[in-house]
């Protein structure tokens, strides 16, 4: 069954401040990729990848793990 962009936006709520409370993760986000909805999680580049991150989903929603310092924009 496809995920929507509305579910991954549902999980990232419910699993963001557990995420972010992650050593080394500076941003959670719902993205569209190109087979659809994810959640990407931007890990700081010199961070370990922290435990629950090695997943390939969270709550059916494709996980995406990127290196990187989030900036604002």
Known sequence: MAISYEQALQVQSENQDRL???EGV???GAKL???G????V????DAALPQGLDASEIDGV???VV???YTLQ
């Open 42 to 45: 931007t890990l700081d580049p």
């Open 26 to 28: 500076n941003a959670v």
């Open 33 to 35: 990729g190109e087979d």
């Open 67 to 69: 290196r990187g310092r």
């Open 37 to 40: 909805p994810v959640l990407e």
């Open 62 to 64: 494709p996980l995406r």
């Open 20 to 22: 972010m409370a992650l």
